[in-house]
């Protein structure tokens, strides 16, 4: 994603990486600074080892690194050190047990630029989003999952759009409290733009922060146009989203009053008048980030599932028969039913280890120097937990690519001796997905649901016979199926008439 530079960009951005090395290089001094670094390629002069690292499906490269090298590999880039833990013992033992040293996050310039800081108010997100308040949208859930079913009844070719429709709705409801389709295209569209600025080293402004000054018209500052025009479209959705709520609160709407923004204004409307202000800035920003973060990695679970189902029939029959045993025929699945359902949780786990939404995490950052197996892990240093190799260890989960919910169980029922895989899924330590919860819930009652009503084929090919579609993932911080066809039928006419009940 690195873009062209004029020739006097390029010597201001040398200059500026000069002085930024000789600065960072004066400063060093720790007690733990005669430590070797980890092993790893070989870095160049300057730019380290900025063109080892490739720009698409970078786990695949550092997996292959982390068999050479080792689990914990170091590289440089333009002076910062880069480390890659590349199974789950160094990411337990460095991102959960020393999680005090190892939870700050990069800084990342062109976020700031583009006024989003999603590190922001996780007191927040855990209040709304912990394991005891989610119950409360529950049942906002079970609605717009009942609404996709029936829109992929109506509608099955455009299955996507519903999915991509489903979380946004939910998401938007639980928040905003409104259906507002404008909110939600609005979101997807600034969600898109996030999710380029995630990766530390997408944009030089990251690397070489000093380029933040350049103006936009200068030769090869197209970032700062980038950045102008994506913070109008952020702020703008949070100002609507925040107007959405106060206005349907004033026709005292039920559902915007259920809603965390409503929540959010009450308790911001006690505060002494100069914390208003503050915590009004707050209130938007949760409500933004909440969207932001969560619409996109359940939308890719959700894919990443029929893409899983097609492939594996045999997956979908069991799960099924399952259903049916504990649900009967009368009635769809509901939450209550999901102590009953092993074999669903366990598609639940092999959905989020199959295919990762985030295959490389999101960046954590050292605030001090360390030593782990004898090792320098410099202060500052950038970490990525490669959660696709984690989840896709053989030791751990044998046959690693293909999707197995029966890896998941023994007996009959859920095998705790299986690592469970939402730990490097979601993340690690202090800085764990806050929105796991909510998330897991809302990937459950949507498998289920459709589970019971559906069955799910590979579309027929010009041959006439099925046409599988290959697995093949997007590169990127969040990774998505490549679209990809399919046959969706009710499993029977009178689940149809369930559906539409
Ligand atoms: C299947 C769905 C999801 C997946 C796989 C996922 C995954 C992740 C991962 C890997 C991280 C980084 C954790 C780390 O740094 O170690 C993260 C952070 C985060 N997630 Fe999720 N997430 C999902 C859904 C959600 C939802 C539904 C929400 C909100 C309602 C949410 C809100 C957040 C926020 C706010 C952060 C940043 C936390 C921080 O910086 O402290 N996520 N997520």
Redo the contacts with the bound molecule.
Sequence with gaps: MFMPFATLTWVLVWAGLVLALLFRYGRRSSALRHLPLPPGPRPLPLIGNALDIPIAYQWLTYAEWSKKYGDIVHVKFFGKSLIILGSSKPAFDL?ERRSSLY?D?PILHMQLLIGFD??L??RM?HQ??NSGNVDNFKSMQVAEVHQLLRNLHDDPQNYLRHLRHV?GAT?IR??YGVKDDELITMNQRVMKVVTQTLNPGSFWVDIMPFLKHIPAWFPGAGFQRKAREWKKDILATRVMGLAATKRAISQHDSIALQSITADMLERISNLEPALQDEESEIAENVAA???????D??I??LSSFFLAIVRYPEAQEKAYTELMDVVGPHRLPEFSDRESLPYINAVVKES?RWQ???PL????ATIADDEYNGYLIPKGSIIM?N?WAILHDPEQYPDPEKFCPERFLKDGRLDPSIRDP?N?????????????Y???N??FITFASILYTYIIRPPIGLDGKPAVPEVKMTSGSLSFPAPFGCIIEPRSSRISALIHN
Aim: hydrophobic share 50%.
């Design positions: 991102l939870s996050r999603w590190c108010h996780r997100m709304y989003f979380m998401i639980v928040i980030i909440a969207y932001l973060t969560g619409a990695t359940v890719s679970t989020l990762p939404v985030v995490g999101v960046a954590h937990a959660s939402s490097a899924a979601f993340g690690f330590g202090r800085r764990i997905c806050p929105g796991r909510f998330a897991d809302m990937v």
